[in-house]
């Protein structure tokens, strides 16, 4: 399984950007889609995710970004609106995939930066 993502930039404070993620391979179902972002010096943290067709967020970025999903495609998305300096960081998808009926793992995109100055 891979997964590959798409999207980040450089913008300045209070835009917007994109992120999309898609994965592909051996893939019998997904149970978890989400995005988790890195700062310099800083431990990854999860932004967002869906379970069950349930979005969660981080409180940092609560009503600010929106997560959704496009099962058939096995996609997740993620749109970040109001975008502030510290949101500058490294996001990485990441899914738990099963590859049959009774085996899954965990799969990491490999990450694309954001920056937010101006």
């Known amino acids: 399984v891979q997964l590959q993502a798409y999207g980040g930039g450089s913008v300045q404070p209070g835009g917007s950007l994109n992120l999309s993620c898609a994965a592909s391979?051996?893939?019998?179902?997904?149970?978890?889609m989400g995005w988790y972002r890195q700062a310099p010096r800083k431990q990854r943290e999860m932004v967002a995710g869906?379970?069950?067709?349930?979005?969660y967020y981080a409180d940092a970025v609560q009503g600010r970004f929106r997560v959704s999903s496009d099962n058939p495609k096995n996609a997740v998305f993620l749109q970040m609106n109001t975008l502030k300096p510290e949101d500058t960081a490294v996001y990485y998808c990441r899914m738990v995939v099963a590859s049959d009926s009774t085996n899954n793992g965990v799969y990491w995109g490999k990450g694309t930066q954001v920056t937010v100055s101006s």
């Open positions: 869906i379970i069950d067709g349930s979005p």
């Open positions: 391979g051996s893939i019998y179902s997904i149970g978890v």
